[in-house]
């Protein structure tokens, strides 16, 4: 649905996306990770052709992005960030006026506004002047926009910025719905979101493109090294010593002790759960048992592992 | 076309939707209307040797609303777009630029000649109230109808180029008014007295808004002004069609 190779984009004096190439097949709901200024919102300007890149090219729906750009955007919903709308139009007004415009004919849009307005909840609203609705409403009407000529593709730069948690959830369960229907690319900060909804995520941090997996695979791959907690009664240094024995285990360290109560840091060889091997122990040992967890690392840990920067930078 | 009109209707809606609409026409018509009766009057009180029209459309108080009207009808055209972002939405949707420029500009058209046009509508309201003789002759009216028709095409040109330029919608208006402005007072460089032998007064005169319509106003069709404010409105609207391609590549 989306072909990017080495799309560029160069500001005076700095390079706001350097070469980046990334594919989204159809029926993909794809995230679009980074921090701000990462450059996501000027990649999907250039994907909706509002923007123009400095070298590299890209096709949409099978049409080059210069070439073909009416019908680059004749098969695109794109909703831009912070949802610009006129608001001193009504919802209904504004989304005929938008799917008259999105080439849609008279008695089409009927239709297609009814069916819009029904997918992003709006129909109580359909009357009320834009400029009046809440902050929420106003992000469906934006979706409601994006979706009304049932495009191929839907281009959604950061649909739940500013939402509250009951909200988000809602857009959630909704942009997962529509990914029966259309592939999605989302840009956003809200990793959670990403880690529910989406099937692939790419990461792109000050222009560069990090990552392009799935979500699960980025996590696997922090958690190579991953870490095990035990938390036992008894003398520790005797247990940490028991436990190095084991196979698998790298490093053991303590964490603390609280009276009686130490709290041992197992540090394993990659992709080995040395869980079971443990516990044998303590059984073996008849250890005081109270925790033994393996933590796993969630996305937000894959992200800030791949775009961390030092303080300041 | 078809995306044309259904950008053009729009903005001609949302101008008659907005308050600004119906001010600007009632305070225009007032201040015309008070101008033609005191015109009327003077002329009872003392014959001139030019006629009503020409009285009219050559005083400085009709000038000095005319040419207000220009930034308070083509301010919010694109600045207010850029201002809430919404001239993403709109050429991210299968719409052409030009088709853009020109929607919006001819709606800018339709408003001003809604404005303007009661004002021609006095004459003959006029005559037919008071059964008189007319005071100008019908060459002179459409002479002029047609002068201000063309200057408003060739000044709201000027006005969705300003638009076009900044987000700021004072700083369009500001940008048309000075425009227009100057336009018209290349007429009067006259008054500034000349230097002997200099061709620029000849050439900036022959510019100039008041030239032009005091022709007009006599009920001479130039073809001259009429292909120059064709053609400029023309090239103002190419620029502001490649101001807003600019975005695409600028910094």
């Not at chain 1, 999907?44 to 073909?68: H, P, Q, R």
């Not at chain 1, 009304?148 to 281009?155: A, R």
């Not at chain 1, 990552?211 to 520790?236: C, F, H, M, W, Y």
């Not at chain 2, 200057?151 to 940008?175: C, D, E, K, R």
């Amino acid at each position: 649905m989306i072909q990017v190779s080495n799309l560029t984009k160069r500001y005076a004096g700095h390079t706001a996306v350097d070469s980046i190439s990334f594919e989204v097949g159809k029926g993909e709901i794809v995230g679009f990770l980074g921090p701000n200024g990462a450059g996501k919102s000027t990649t999907l300007k250039m994907l909706t052709c509002f923007l123009s890149a400095t070298e590299g090219t890209a096709t949409v729906a099978g049409y080059d992005i210069y070439d073909n750009s009416i019908n680059v955007r004749k098969h695109v919903g794109y909703m831009p960030e912070n949802v610009p709308l006129y608001p001193d139009m009504r919802v209904k007004e504004y989304l005929t006026f938008r799917s008259r415009l999105k080439g849609l004919g008279f008695r089409d849009t009927k239709k297609a506004v009814n069916e819009a307005m029904d997918i992003c909840s709006l129909s109580d609203v359909d009357s009320k002047i834009i400029g009046t609705l809440s902050k929420g409403y106003k992000q469906r009407v934006g979706l409601a926009d994006a979706l009304v000529n049932k495009p191929d593709l839907l281009i959604l730069d950061e649909p739940t910025n500013g939402l509250d948690p009951n909200q988000i959830r809602q857009s959630r369960e909704l942009i997962k719905r529509l990914g029966e229907r259309h592939t999605i690319l989302i840009s956003t900060h809200i990793l959670s979101e990403v880690e529910m909804t989406c099937g692939r995520v790419i990461i792109i941090d000050r222009g560069v493109l990090r990552a392009s997996d799935t979500p699960a695979n980025l996590v696997r791959r922090l958690q190579a090294a991953g870490n095990v907690s035990l938390e036992i009664k008894g003398d520790a240094e005797k247990a940490e010593e028991a436990i190095r024995k084991l196979p698998g285990v790298k490093d053991v360290v303590k964490e603390f002790q609280r009276s009686e109560w130490a709290r041992l840091s197992i540090s394993t060889d990659s992709n080995v759960d040395v869980r079971e091997d443990v516990f044998g122990l303590v059984l073996k040992k008849k250890w005081n048992i109270r925790e033994l967890v393996r933590h796993t690392a969630s996305l937000e840990d894959a992200f800030v592992d791949l775009v961390h920067h030092p303080e300041g930078e | 076309m078809r995306t044309f009109f259904i950008i053009f209707l729009k903005e001609v809606k949302s101008f008659f939707l907005s308050p600004l609409a119906y001010v600007v026409m009632a305070l225009f018509c007032l201040l015309n209307g008070w101008l033609f009766v005191t015109m009327v009057n003077a002329m009872r009180l003392k014959t001139t040797p030019t006629s009503l029209i020409y009285n009219l459309f050559n005083s400085g108080w009709f000038w000095m609303g005319f040419v207000i009207l220009f930034p308070l009808i083509t301010m919010r055209l694109f600045a207010e777009e850029k201002k809430m972002g919404t001239l993403e939405g709109l050429l991210t949707a299968p719409v052409r630029t030009s088709e853009l420029v020109l929607a919006k500009y001819f709606a800018a058209v339709v408003v001003y000649i809604a404005i303007v046009s009661p004002v021609f509508f006095f004459f003959t309201l006029f005559q037919s109230i008071t059964g008189e003789e007319a005071a100008f002759h019908s060459g002179a009216f459409w002479g002029t109808a047609l002068g201000i028709f063309l200057l408003g095409l060739f000044n709201i040109s000027i006005g969705t180029l300003a638009s076009s330029l900044t987000s700021n919608q004072l700083i369009a208006a500001m940008v048309t008014f000075v425009g227009v402005m100057l336009h018209y007072f290349l007429g009067f460089i006259y008054n500034f007295g000349t230097v002997p032998g200099s061709q620029w007064t000849d050439a900036l005169t022959y510019f100039s808004t008041r030239e032009h319509m005091n022709a007009l106003t006599e009920g001479l069709i130039d073809s001259r002004p009429i292909v120059y404010y064709l053609s400029f409105s023309v090239v103002l609207l190419a620029m502001t069609h490649h101001i807003l391609e600019s975005r695409k590549w600028r910094a």
